[in-house]
């Protein structure tokens, strides 16, 4: 059975940093990416950061703000987010997608961490 948890999050004042985890357990075979994504009240679950080999790709309000990095032997995806704003604030989820061939894919996602930012 796999499980993804995240630790983190928490309350910080604007310009503050806060870096985020998730450790997946269980077998999770043919990882092609992993991920963050976040939901404010009243909005759609947004992508924030992707990584996927070695390439990585962010949403524009974040750029140069946060960075994605991961160690594939401890199955673990980390969120570095510097200089936050109060437009942060949101859960934050911790996506794995698979790819079991070329027509079977699964994501895994973990319970979501709060980001709270005060201006």
């Known amino acids: 059975q796999v499980q993804l948890v995240e630790s983190g999050g928490g309350l910080v004042q604007a310009g503050g940093s806060l870096r985020l985890s998730c450790a997946a357990s269980g077998s999770i075979p043919s990882i092609n990416a992993m991920g963050w994504y976040r939901q404010a009240p009243g909005k759609k679950r947004e992508l924030v950061a992707i990584?996927?080999?070695?390439?990585?790709n962010y949403a524009d309000s974040v750029k140069g703000r946060f960075t994605i990095s991961r160690d594939n032997a401890k199955n673990t995806v980390y969120l570095q987010m510097n200089s936050l704003k109060p437009e942060d604030t949101a859960v934050y989820y911790c996506?794995?997608?698979?790819?079991?061939?070329?027509?079977?894919?699964?994501?895994?996602w973990g319970q979501g961490t709060q980001v709270t930012v005060s201006s």
């Open positions: 990584i996927s080999g070695g390439s990585t």
């Open positions: 996506n794995i997608h698979t790819v079991l061939s070329a027509v079977r894919s699964y994501d895994y």
